[in-house]
């Protein structure tokens, strides 16, 4: 699903909102997202998942055009964790796919 695709959602659902209305209520929940996740905090939806902010530390790598070392500096990254509603949910549909798929073979 992409950003777009999200705002349609949402306005098909909610017919008192219109276009402009959905994509700015997608704008501002993912820009508040971010400047959380920027500011270092956790963000929890119960149900869905969390979002934290990782930290990888400097390491070693190398170029693989000329296999000489590199030095990696250290990052900070986003890290989504799935909550136990959507991991079941989504484990509950891959059997089910799974399951017609190997009745279709059989």
Request: proline fraction near 6%.
């Amino acid at each position: 699903m992409t950003r777009s695709d999200l705002v349609e959602e949402l306005a098909a659902r909610f017919a008192q909102l219109t276009h402009r209305d959905a994509e700015s209520a997608v704008k501002t929940i993912l820009d508040a997202m971010s400047d959380a996740l920027v500011r270092g905090h956790r963000i929890e939806i119960r149900g869905f998942g969390s979002f934290t902010v990782n930290r990888r530390p400097p390491r070693i790598g190398r170029n693989p055009r000329s296999g000489e070392s590199v030095q990696i500096p250290e990052k900070r990254v986003p890290h989504f964790k799935p909550g136990k509603a959507l991991r079941q949910a989504v484990d509950a549909r891959t059997a089910e796919l799974d399951a017609r798929q190997r009745q279709q073979e059989s």
